[in-house]
T-cell receptor
């Protein structure tokens, strides 16, 4: 069965620190898709990135970077030089052939000034 | 703004009542998804429709039902409401309906409070 684990319930950092949010997934499928979403205090879910299982290239987008490692079934998310506006709940999600997009329990990130 | 519209944004009702949540997907998107977000259960997938037909089902209670209409908007009906149904209900849409269809775009959610 598909499963997404975000072991870090809450992380608190001081502004400008780098922070990594962990995501470990379980799936029996060879083709699957991984996602990260951000949920700021306002409540909406904002799409950040999608990664296919056959593309293990890491990706960088500004201060955000993602490290996908099939060998450890992990898809970690790093924010470099964090800012107060990064404070939010971050969700990792997995979609396999069953069509369902399953979310992890989320990591609440608090960036303090 | 994701382009997905959900109404109402807030809803307060009593136990035993029935409510309908409405969702308009992004222009051009054929799939609609419903999710429930509660403090103890996290984000739970309820159901997906693709071009009017049910595509996938998650942990949706029998008291809940959904449909997607010919104009592609969707409604989630919640009946015989219980206190535990209080949650934020999200609708999302995507272009296609398959696993590789790309990201889901979420609406702002409908917050349901059952008293």
């Amino acid at each position: 069965a598909q499963k997404v684990t975000q072991a870090q319930t809450e992380i608190s950092v001081v502004e400008k620190e780098d922070v990594t949010l962990d995501c470990v997934y379980e799936t029996r499928d060879t083709t699957y898709y991984l996602f990260w979403y951000k949920q700021p205090p306002s409540g909406e879910l904002v799409f950040l990135i999608r990664r296919n299982s056959f593309d293990e290239q890491n990706e960088i987008s500004g201060r955000y970077s993602w490290n996908f490692q099939k060998s450890t079934s992990s898809f970690n998310f790093t924010i470099t030089a964090s800012q107060v506006v990064d404070s939010a709940v971050y969700f990792c999600a997995l979609r396999e052939s069953s069509y369902k997009l399953i979310f992890g329990s989320g990591t609440r990130l608090l960036v303090r000034p | 703004d994701s382009g997905v519209t959900q109404t109402p944004k807030h809803l307060i009702t009593a136990t035993g009542q029935r409510v309908t949540l409405r969702c308009s997907p992004r222009s051009g998107d054929l799939s609609v998804y419903w999710y429930q977000q509660s403090l103890d259960q996290g984000l739970q997938f309820l159901i997906q429709y693709y071009n009017g037909e049910e595509r996938a089902k998650g942990n949706i209670l029998e008291r809940f039902s959904a449909q997607q209409f010919p104009d592609l908007h969707s409604e989630l009906n919640l009946s015989s409401l219980e206190l535990g149904d209080s949650a934020l209900y999200f609708c999302a849409s995507s272009v296609g309906g398959g696993p590789g269809t790309g990201e889901l775009f979420f609406g702002e959610g409908s917050r349901l409070t059952v008293l």
